[in-house]
Structure formats: C-alpha cells, structure tokens
C-alpha cells in the first residue's frame, strides 16, 4: 500500500513538472526569433514559382508543412524529382536554425542571423558530409512580399566562390494552418 502510494505521488509530481519544463525551454528563446518563428510558418502550404538558372528561366516547387507536433517546419523543394531537397527549420534554444539535406548529398546547419517582419537571413554555421573543398550551401534569405508571394535566395560556396539563386514564389495552396 505505501509502495502504491509512493508510486501515485511520484507521478503526480512528474506530471506537475512537465508543464514547468516545457515553459522553461520556451525562455530561452529571444522575442526576434519567436517572432521569426511565426513569420516562418507563414509559409505553409503549396507554392509554384520561376528561377533563372544558366539564363533560362524555369519553373519551380515547393511544398511546406509543419511536423513535430508543431517543432519542426518541412521545406520540401522539387518534390518527386531526383534533385527533391528538404529544408527542416527548427528553434533550438536560443536559435533558429535551418538544416538543408541537398542534391549535393551535404546538410549544411544555417542559423538565423538577422530577422525583420519581411526578412530572414540564415547563414552558414556548421553541417555533416561536407569535405575541406566541396560545395554546399552557406545562406539563405527569405523575403516575404505579401502573404502570397515570397523570394528566397540560396547561396552556395564552391571553390572559394559563392553564387546566389532566387526563387520567385506564389502560393498556390494553403495546406492546415500552422500550430
């Protein structure tokens, strides 16, 4: 009886616990990138969009949902093709951060560097499967022009040269609305 007793206590007081950690994981994110956060899932749903690449313009894809019971964002671009790449943003206590899992078979880690209402810039910070000279992608800035049409640039560093892509995308559907 005093076991079972025991037993009903501890998981009481666990169970009153798990409210209070999770409040205090959400301390120690900044006021910028809770704010980024929320202006980031504004981008769920499914967009069509144009990039100019050796001089032709091209159409592109992109699909966005949340996961993670609402942690985690998937950014999936090219979707079914051989060059499909995944983009998972994330917090992670004090940042924001951007793991891209690339047709260059890296995933470079970008954080978030700078955020407005209307701007997110990620830069490199670290990645796995990237040797001392290949390339891989080190930034990424999102613009959000109205809530249906947003450019992101990509950039890539190789052989010591960056080089920046823009997509040009327009929603063309709104999947379930972000947690």
């Not at 980024?36 to 990039?51: D, F, I, M, R, S």
């Not at 700078?114 to 999102?142: A, C, W, Y």
């Not at 959000?144 to 892509?165: I, N, Q, V």
């Amino acid at each position: 009886m005093i076991n079972s007793m025991r037993k009903v206590l501890v998981m009481a007081a666990l169970a009153a616990a798990v409210p209070v950690a999770v409040s205090a994981q959400h301390e120690h994110r900044s006021v910028a990138q809770t704010e980024a956060w929320k202006t980031l899932k504004t981008l769920v749903g499914q967009w069509q969009g144009t990039v100019v690449e050796n001089g032709k313009e091209q159409v592109s894809q992109v699909k966005v949902r949340m996961t993670g019971g609402g942690s985690a964002l998937m950014h999936v671009m090219a979707e079914g093709t051989p060059y499909e790449m995944v983009t998972m943003f994330h917090p992670d206590l004090d940042e924001l951060l951007a793991t891209h899992y690339c047709a260059a078979h890296n995933q470079p880690r970008m954080k978030l560097m700078s955020s407005t209402p209307t701007r997110l810039v990620f830069e490199f910070k670290d990645g796995s499967n990237i040797g001392p000279n290949d390339g891989h992608m080190v930034g990424l800035v999102i613009d959000f022009l109205d809530p249906d049409h947003h450019d992101e640039a990509w950039s890539y560093l190789d052989g010591g040269k960056r080089s920046t892509t823009v997509f040009h995308y327009t929603r063309s559907s709104t999947a379930a609305k972000a947690p």
